[in-house]
């Protein structure tokens, strides 16, 4: 089974894209299994999806979920399904793996996030170890976490090429660390193997390059189907050498957002859309919902008050921004509790195993929702389990087929763009599309 059958927060009938999709599945079924032979799949990934209706696309594509305590339980089976899978595939012979999550300590869902991963793969037959790089952990510190889980960190050690810890000599080490803040000298030429890689962590990783990635993906299936690409992908472009506070580079940030919203204005006018078009600055590296900002027109990047120039300056980990995406926004008309929502979709190799919806009472459908004050929703399992459903285009399950398509899309281009950034293969900068 491609894709869980889940219930959305989008109710009403299934809109054109939607149902297009739905209609040729064998069609997309065969073609993306031709591309996992082809692409070595990411071995696990979360896409935020943003659905406006007439548009249903990827706006950030994780490479390092740390989400998974906000599964519905119900997954899970898929989830062990899935880790089983991934394993076997990237190191058949492993039966130990070290996980080594972020250093946030004091953060308890992100614990509990740790928590329930080390509980599918354990599941899935693994013995697991937390390690921690955090040097004030010197010994076995165990957490109670309040949904009854508990984990235990432990000081990683490094001999000669390997890394372990307390009587316990791993196969493989599975990061749940984004290397924001760059690549430690402990994770360095391993013979151990290291998943994902290290050049996928932010601190070399670019968004501008898995959206190039994606804008090849999207173009070529978009010819599969018979659509126009944009309806599944956001036009964007980059801008370098940009510093906020000292307000360096913001001639080429107001340009580039004027050149998409021009186009996308354009695009509104073809297809009847009424609302105005809008535009995401967000740092090219990075998570967490950082530096992201909604833009409606260029010189609005000029006007920026201290407290925004702040906002936009400095990421995760303290890191100061010099590279920004300049994107085009995507309304996302999903509520929950008349909340605004978008739906977050969560992969484990090539398989959807789940997801939730981020919900923000205090944003709007135009705003990042990744921002202090969201809460998760898990998404459901339907009572129907029906396969996706051609002749009854509305059943609810065909919904989120839809949804788990255009996310397998976005970890498509992740794998392509592993590949194209591989320091042992070739690097190829990203050239940002034409706006």
């Known amino acids: 089974m491609p894709v869980p059958h889940l219930s959305t927060a989008l109710r009403g009938p299934i809109l054109e894209l939607e149902n297009r999709i739905i209609n040729a599945m064998p069609t997309i079924e065969h073609w993306l299994r031709k591309k996992w032979r082809e692409h070595a799949i990411p071995f696990y990934c979360s896409v935020d999806l943003r659905n406006s209706g007439f548009k249903l696309a990827p706006v950030d594509t994780n490479l390092f979920p740390g989400g998974f305590n906000n599964l519905n339980p119900e997954f899970f089976p898929l989830c062990v399904q899935a880790m089983m899978s991934a394993i076997e595939k990237i190191c058949p012979e492993t039966h130990s793996i070290l996980l080594i999550p972020e ?45 009854g889980q508990s984990i235990t960190l432990e000081p990683v050690v490094r001999k000669d090429n390997k890394l372990s810890t307390q009587n316990f000599d791993p196969c493989a080490v599975l990061l749940n660390n984004d290397l924001s803040n760059g690549i430690p000298d402990i994770l360095q030429g391993l013979q151990q193997t290291v998943i994902p890689p290290l050049h996928a962590g932010w601190s070399t990783r670019k968004k501008s390059n898995h959206f190039l990635a994606y804008d090849r993906i999207a173009q070529e299936f978009s010819e599969l189907i018979g659509i126009d690409p944009w309806l599944i992908n956001p036009r964007f472009t980059s801008c370098g050498e940009i510093n906020f506070m000292e307000k360096q580079g913001v ?12 186009i996308t204005r354009k695009k509104y006018q073809h297809y009847g859309v009424k609302e ?18 909604t833009v409606k027109n260029g010189e609005d990047i000029y006007s920026l008050n201290r407290k925004q120039r702040n906002k936009m300056a400095v990421v995760k980990e303290g890191m100061q921004v010099s590279h920004v995406l300049v994107q085009e926004g995507v309304y996302t008309f999903e509520t929950i509790n008349q909340a605004v929502a978008e739906p977050v979709v969560y992969m484990i190799d090539r398989y959807v195993v789940g997801g939730f919806y981020r919900v923000h009472t205090g944003r709007g459908i135009d705003e990042n929702l990744n921002a202090p004050g969201m809460h998760f929703v898990p998404l459901a399992f339907e009572t129907s389990c029906l396969e996706a459903d051609a002749a009854q285009p509305n059943i609810i399950p065909n919904r989120f087929y839809a949804y788990g398509v255009v996310a397998r899309l976005a970890l498509l281009a992740a794998a392509l763009e592993l590949e194209q950034t591989d320091p042992d293969r070739h690097s190829l900068q990203a050239t940002p599309v034409p706006a």
């Open 103 to 147: 250093n946030h300590t004091r953060n308890i869902f992100y614990l509990q996030n740790i928590a329930t991963l080390q509980n599918i793969m354990q599941r899935a037959g693994l013995h697991v170890r937390i390690g921690t790089l955090l040097p004030e952990v010197t010994k076995a510190t165990a957490f109670d976490l309040p949904d």
């Open 276 to 293: 105005d078009p809008f535009v995401i600055v967000k740092a090219d590296s990075g998570t967490y919902g950082m530096g992201i900002m």
């Open 251 to 262: 001639e080429c940030v107001a340009a580039a957002i004027d050149r998409i919203l021009s």
